[in-house]
């Protein structure tokens, strides 16, 4: 079992790994640094448990988490070993009250939130416009089977090029999406690499602010890694498969 968890930044992908509590190794592939947690004796072998995880900063944005993740997936099918399953995970915001700061969530559904068109009428998804997909859908079980054991809300995630700054954004995104409880801004992306090589896409956020009006006193970011290092802590066992 090979997994592949992609990250915005740094701190996000350290997050992770600390639920590991193990060295690790680093390599290069265009455009990044995959991290790999090792056994405890650091022999630099890969990841001597059930499952061999790879780490990786994918950056920010739908389209630069795409690349990065894109890039990882075929240099590991080059190599005869491809992944499978790859995890979109971070810290994001969520919406009150279903996703109360410091609960973390899995989506049911991961939703490209402003990828289409504003008209008169309100804004047009892609997809009533004859192109591409704005949905993908983890697999159920494995979301439900995450969800349970990390406690966790699950619902559609929205992905966003410009993240909510305002009472009446957060309003309208929840309109349109009913069955949102967070945003971010990579799980698209990601999402979309990942089907273009077949592999099935899970997405884990821990949520450090509310959506709506930009509070930055209010935001909670080390709390909200705290509670993603202790949701892949108990994660792994789920996500290794037996």
Known sequence: MRILVATAVPPERDAVIAAFAAPVRESRIPGATLVTPQPAGGSGEPHAAAARWDLVA?????????????????????????????????????????????????????TVADLGAETADGFVPVTALGFGTVTHHPPPDLVRA????????????????????????????????????????????VAEAAAAHGVPVLEVRAISNPVGPRDRAAWRIDAAFAALTEAFGKLRTVLEGP
């Open 58 to 110: 994918a950056g920010v944005g739908p389209a630069r988490a795409a690349a990065t993740t894109a890039a990882a997936l075929t240099a590991a099918a080059l190599v005869g070993q491809p992944y499978d399953l790859v995890v979109s995970a971070g810290i994001g915001g969520g919406f009150a009250p279903a996703a109360p700061v410091g609960a973390v969530v899995v989506a049911d559904a991961i």
């Open 146 to 189: 995450a969800a349970t054991a990390a406690g966790a809300v699950t619902g559609t995630v929205l992905t966003v090029s410009t993240v909510t700054g305002t009472a009446a954004r957060a309003a309208e995104l929840r309109t349109r999406h009913p069955s949102c409880v967070a945003e971010a801004m990579e799980g698209f992306g």
